[in-house]
């Protein structure tokens, strides 16, 4: 019904920028939230950016002044701006958003595949 593909994964070098997109596509009559969650192996995904469909975006704190969330409701697109990353940032990164897939239709949850992002010399 709906789906989630991120892109825009990669290698980058301490420093570095990259940014990272997420389209939904399918079934969608709206969507609240669009999120970024992070993971690394053995520990649990965490939050990194929120953007409410109207409102001010909010962040974790490892990652605040660094990265920035946008998104484009007309494309129902969702950006992450990573600048300054840190070999700490190396994780999958996946994108998640509240869909109804019409207007009698309850909130669901989707999440995309995940894309990589290293950060390493």
């Known amino acids: 019904q709906v789906q989630l593909v991120e892109s825009g994964g990669g290698l980058v070098q301490p420093g570095g920028s990259l940014t990272l997109s997420c389209a939904a596509s399918?079934?969608?009559?709206?969507?609240?939230?669009m999120d970024w969650y992070r993971q690394v192996p053995g520990k649990p995904r965490e939050l990194v950016a929120t953007m409410p469909s109207t409102g001010r975006a909010n962040y974790a704190d490892s990652v605040k002044g660094r990265f920035t969330i946008s998104r484009d409701n007309a494309k129902n697109t969702v950006y992450l701006l990573m600048n300054s990353l840190k070999p700490e940032d190396t994780a999958t990164y996946y994108c998640?958003?509240?869909?109804?897939?019409?207007?009698?239709?309850?909130?669901?949850?989707?999440w995309g595949q995940g894309t990589q992002v290293t950060v390493s010399s």
């Open positions: 399918g079934r969608i009559f709206s969507i609240n939230d």
């Open positions: 998640n958003a509240g869909v109804r897939t019409d207007w009698w239709a309850s909130w669901n949850t989707y």
